[in-house]
């Protein structure tokens, strides 16, 4: 197998992981919920996103933590407490020229 392939390849299947992970943590209707309520206020501690939410803490963590590995959302620590944002970067990032052109032949 030719090496310029092989290199090409694994950068276009880290590509597609980086996205499956961005696309499966939006496919999830309590997340969104989530994605929501920190759009709405702008910045959410988690304290307060688990009344909001109705969602036990536990619970609220998991989906969290999704968001987090596909960097939606950004935390900030202060104190005993975790403040979350938008990453907006990467939200605006999604279905931007670079994943339009994953699909786009010349």
């Known amino acids: 197998m030719n090496k310029d392939f092989q290199m090409t390849d694994v950068s276009l299947q880290h590509t597609f992981s980086k996205y499956e992970r961005k696309f499966k943590a939006l496919a999830d209707e309590r997340r969104l919920h989530i994605l929501n309520e920190i759009t709405r206020q702008k910045e959410v501690c988690v304290c ?11 619970k609220l963590s998991y989906h969290l933590k ?32 670079e994943l339009c052109c994953l699909f786009r032949r010349d």
């Open 66 to 97: 999704i968001l987090m590995d596909a960097e939606l959302i950004e935390k900030e620590t202060r104190g005993t407490w975790s403040y979350y944002t938008l990453n907006h970067a990467e939200l605006n990032h999604l279905l931007s020229e």
């Open 48 to 58: 307060d996103l688990s009344d909001q939410l109705d969602l036990p803490q536990s």
